[in-house]
């Protein structure tokens, strides 16, 4: 429901020359703009049928696997028992292999110069400009997103820019935690996470990347509505899928 709002106001808002590739699983979306192009995502990715074959009886690999451990921060000193460690969304490995796998196909099947992800629960309310939307991913930097000082990146909305090499070397490598099963030796497994590890390896190779929130995410949680993105759309994370908007608490003044 929420994705057909997505696709509705993206078409009303952005530029006529960008399109989506709009994954769906097995069920009718209905007529749609006609610059939506529609796939089935089990149809299209069968690693991410074997992905999801391989672990279907896997209580780790669903989040389902209790395995309490301790943690240590150094400053300010804090050990903190973890008895929940291993269970919820943060180790449910299937669930966000559907997004990672939808990227990494996206990403191999396109001849365009910036690619875009884009989560479904979001919405467009005013127009953006192509140079808007080029100037997330700069030619200088690998890839755009929504830095966050104390958690992982927001992978809500981030920007590809595939004419850098070392964006390839990115998707080889998060290819790799999925097909070869290298993520379950992170910390966790869902799809931000793993995105904040493979980003520092290749920066660690010389890769740059651009922090579209330009430093809101140092004190905001949610930081898309509190960036530059908060100006042209809204991402209802949470249960504020039902209630259609974000909140305005969920925006912070910086200071």
Same mark, same amino acid.
């Given at each position: 429901?929420?994705?057909?709002?997505?696709?509705?106001?993206?078409?009303?808002?952005?530029?006529?020359?960008?399109?989506?590739?709009?994954?769906?699983?097995?069920?009718?979306?209905?007529?749609?703009?006609?610059?939506?192009?529609?796939?089935?995502?089990?149809?299209?990715?069968?690693?991410?049928?074997?992905?999801?074959? *391989?672990?279907?009886?896997?209580?780790?690999?669903?989040?389902? !696997? *209790?395995? #309490?451990?301790?943690?240590?921060?150094?400053?300010?000193?804090?050990?903190?028992?973890? #008895?929940?460690?291993?269970?919820?969304?943060?180790?449910?490995?299937?669930?966000?292999?559907?997004?990672?796998?939808?990227?990494?196909?996206?990403?191999?099947?396109?001849?365009?110069?910036?690619?875009?992800?884009?989560?479904?629960?979001?919405?467009?309310?005013?127009?953006?400009?192509? $140079?808007?939307?080029?100037?997330?991913?700069?030619?200088?930097?690998?890839?755009?997103?929504?830095?966050?000082?104390?958690?992982?990146?927001?992978?809500? @909305?981030?920007?590809?820019?595939?004419?850098?090499?070392?964006?390839?070397? @990115?998707?080889? $490598?998060? *290819?790799?935690?999925?097909?070869?099963?290298?993520?379950?030796? !992170?910390?966790?497994?869902?799809?931000?996470?793993?995105?904040?590890?493979?980003?520092? *390896?290749?920066?660690?190779?010389? $890769?740059?990347?651009?922090?579209?929130? !330009?430093?809101?995410?140092?004190?905001?949680?949610?930081?898309?509505?509190?960036?530059?993105?908060?100006?042209?759309?809204?991402?209802?994370?949470?249960?504020?899928?039902?209630?259609?908007?974000?909140?305005? $608490?969920?925006?912070? #003044?910086?200071?």
């Amino acid at each position: 429901m929420y994705g057909r709002t997505m696709l509705e106001t993206f078409d009303r808002h952005w530029p006529p020359d960008v399109r989506v590739h709009f994954y769906a699983e097995a069920f009718d979306t209905g007529p749609l703009p006609s610059r939506v192009l529609v796939k089935d995502l089990l149809e299209a990715v069968p690693e991410l049928v074997a992905f999801k074959a *391989r672990h279907r009886n896997h209580r780790r690999a669903h989040g389902e !696997q *209790r395995r #309490p451990r301790m943690s240590l921060r150094v400053w300010p000193f804090r050990l903190k028992f973890r #008895p929940r460690w291993g269970l919820g969304f943060r180790w449910d490995a299937v669930r966000f292999s559907h997004k990672s796998f939808a990227l990494l196909h996206a990403a191999a099947h396109t001849d365009a110069d910036v690619l875009i992800w884009v989560d479904s629960d979001t919405r467009f309310f005013a127009d953006v400009t192509r $140079a808007t939307l080029e100037s997330f991913a700069p030619p200088e930097c690998f890839v755009g997103c929504l830095r966050r000082k104390r958690m992982w990146t927001e992978t809500g @909305f981030v920007a590809y820019n595939l004419r850098d090499p070392m964006t390839a070397r @990115f998707f080889d $490598a998060y *290819r790799k935690l999925y097909v070869d099963d290298e993520l379950f030796a !992170q910390r966790e497994y869902h799809d931000a996470y793993l995105f904040d590890r493979v980003r520092e *390896r290749v920066e660690a190779q010389g $890769a740059r990347s651009h922090d579209i929130a !330009q430093g809101a995410g140092d004190h905001a949680r949610h930081v898309l509505v509190n960036s530059s993105l908060g100006g042209f759309m809204d991402h209802m994370k949470g249960n504020r899928k039902v209630e259609g908007a974000s909140r305005d $608490a969920d925006r912070v #003044p910086a200071g």
